[in-house]
Each structure stands twice: as C-alpha cells, then as structure tokens.
C-alpha cells in the first residue's frame, strides 16, 4: 500500500493531473461494482488512487489471468502491489469460471473494479459490453454498480506504449444504481450509465 502512497498518487498528479468528478458518489461500504470503459494501464491505477489506504485490500481490480500471471514474477507484482483478482479467459473450468470467482470475491465482501469492454480499447471510442457482467448481475442482484468515464487515460498511455505522456486526465463518477432485467437489458443499462458521463458538462474543479 505504500507504493500508492509514495509512488502512484504523486505520479499521477505530477504527470496527468488526474480531475475526479463525482468523488461522493463512491459507496462508503462494500461490496460494489465499479465500471468503467479501458482504455490504458492507467485506468486501474486511477481508479484505486480514489480510495484510502485502508480500503485498497478489499478494492479487487478484474484482471486477465494470461497477461497478469504469465510469469510467477508478475502474478506476485500484481497480486501484491494492485490485488487483482485473476480472471481466466482460456481454459476455463467450473472453479476457475469468472462469474464465479468474481461472485465470491463479492460474497466475501469485497468490491471490484470491472471493465465490461473485456480489453483495452483504443482510439477514445468505447466497445461494446460483454455479457459477463450481466451473468454477474444475475447472480448477484443487489450489489451496486457505480459507473465511471475515463478521459484521456488512452491519450496519455496509449496500448502498447510504456512512456506516459502528460495530458489532463478526468475521471466521471456516476451515481450508485441497482440494476435489473434481462441480459440484454443490463448491457445496454450499464453501456448508457457509463456514455452519458462521457457526454454530460462537468464544471471544473
């Protein structure tokens, strides 16, 4: 937790002067489901800059097991500095299955932070929701989804870059919902909760 401390909080201020919009809306208790589109390896450090120390061991960022465990040096990195919970895209199994790992971690009492894009996208333009995080929702009814809109994360850490470029970077927070339906539904919910933060005027801070 000191890495956030000492290392990120600064950086990200120093070099992106990261603009929070909606801070209050974050839920004082969990568990929750923050959403967010992807578009940078910023996006999660970001998104865990927003809360205490005290809150980060409980604060369970979704991350594909291929990229962040490929090695037993980056498992233990990203288990240890940013403690993702490792989500199986390949080779999936009934106790590795990603619904269900991410209901546990939920049942256990702890939140997540969940990019419904399934990957980082590129170019500022948002893809699709998958329907993972409606099976999810399916199972996990009354848990809150909090949406939230990035801006310039991409601009700043484009994919596939390792230099961060300074630009002024924004994070929107919506408000707190419980969301219900059908699949589709819920997609298409969560799809609009997000993009309309991506259009609403924001005064500045």
Known sequence: ??????????????????????????????????????SSHLDT??????FPLSRLRRIRPCAAA???????LIAFL??????????ARRNITPENHPVRRMRKALERGESLLLYPEGTRGTGGVMG??????AHLLEETPD?????????????????????IVPFICEIRIGT???????????????ERAVLELKDLAWPHQ
């Open 1 to 38: 937790m000191l890495l956030f401390l000492l290392v990120i909080r600064p950086l990200l201020g120093l070099l992106i002067g990261v603009r929070v919009h909606g801070r209050g809306n974050l839920p004082a208790r969990d568990p929750f489901i923050l959403i967010a589109n992807h």
């Open 45 to 50: 450090v970001s998104l865990l800059s927003l």
């Open 66 to 72: 291929d990229t962040f465990e490929r090695t037993p």
């Open 78 to 87: 990203s288990r240890t500095f940013f403690n993702i919970l490792p989500i």
């Open 128 to 133: 699709e929701f998958k329907t993972g995080i």
């Open 143 to 163: 848990v809150p989804v909090v949406p939230a809109y990035l801006v310039n994360m991409g601009r700043s850490l484009p994919k596939g870059e390792f230099l």
């Open 176 to 190: 707190p919902r419980v969301v219900r339906g059908s699949r589709r539904e819920l997609v298409e919910a969560l």
